[in-house]
């Protein structure tokens, strides 16, 4: 094999190395961005939840909430 085809053939490698990189970056990108998104959205799922849970234990108890007596 002369040297010219072994340069022809690393520079091929190199270049489709370099596609994959490119195609991987993108990839890490979006999903980087979606983890992002659904990290904020429990987030605020999570406060809201909480805020949920103190409204309803700062509530009175009311006699629909109590069991009656034959329980």
């Known amino acids: 094999m002369s040297a010219e085809i072994r340069l022809i053939n690393l520079e091929e490698k190199i270049l489709f190395q370099e596609d ?8 890490i990108r979006k999903q980087y961005d979606m983890i992002d998104t ?20 700062s509530q009175p108890a009311t006699i629909t909430d109590e069991k009656p007596p034959h329980y």
């Open 20 to 27: 994959t990189i490119l195609q991987l970056d993108k990839v």
């Open 38 to 57: 659904l990290t904020r959205r429990l987030k605020a799922l999570e406060e809201k939840v909480e805020m949920l849970r103190e409204e309803i234990e």
